[in-house]
């Protein structure tokens, strides 16, 4: 019987001992999730700095020998800094294309490629419809050559078309206007690529038009 009674005295000190200890530190993770909470959620800085944005490619092309169908999206997220006006961000770029055409052995062939990218930009919009764009992008080509005659090239080695993958940075520098005058809002731009290679026979222009949200 003493020894119940000490064991429950001694319980009831270390108790007593430990609770404001306790109280003391949920109160403290409280206050660092309200933090984190009032962070993230619409009324704090975070999300409320977020915008959103976005294109999706979608078309068909054919020459005498060959025809192509391709489809892409790229999806972009920008954090606006200091009044607004500036943002940053990530984008990245997915195409998929399909190629079905006529090669040199003489046959149909159908050959896929996927070409992606990612890459950092930032914008300055200096009055509300308009905006300077910058952007360093990393970008893999899958490239389908093809003859003088427009025919794929057959490799009877593999048994399949001939396929290169491209590596290459550019660099865009332009100007994009955007209809957002609420949440929702589409933009064009028109962007030039100043690290076009030389021997590269597209043209180093490049037209965008997306959907935002936000911006």
Do not use: C
């Amino acid at each position: 019987m003493k020894r119940f009674l000490l064991f429950s005295l001694l319980t009831t000190l270390l108790v007593t001992a430990l609770t404001p200890d306790l109280d003391a530190q949920s109160r403290r993770k409280k206050k660092k999730s309200s933090r984190v909470d009032e962070y993230f959620d619409e009324s704090g800085n975070f999300a409320s700095h977020l915008w959103y944005g976005g294109g999706f490619n979608l078309g068909f092309s054919g020459t005498g020998e060959s025809n192509t169908f391709f489809v892409g999206i790229s999806p972009m997220v920008g954090y606006k800094l200091f009044d607004g006006n500036l943002s940053i961000g990530p984008r990245i770029a997915l195409d998929y294309l399909l190629v079905k055409g006529r090669a040199t052995d003489l046959r149909i062939h159908k050959v896929n490629s996927l070409n992606f990218s990612i890459g950092a930009f930032a914008r300055y919009k200096f009055i509300p419809a308009l905006f300077a764009h910058v952007e360093v992008e990393n970008q893999s080509l899958n490239r389908i050559p093809i003859d003088f005659r427009g025919l794929l090239i057959y490799d009877p080695a593999t048994d399949s078309i001939e396929k290169s993958r491209e590596l290459r940075q550019n660099f865009y520098l332009g100007l994009g206007y955007t209809s957002s005058t609420g949440l929702w809002g589409y933009e064009i731009l028109f962007l030039y690529n100043l690290n076009q290679p030389e021997d590269e026979i597209d043209l180093p222009i490049n037209f965008r038009f997306g959907i935002t949200y936000n911006f």
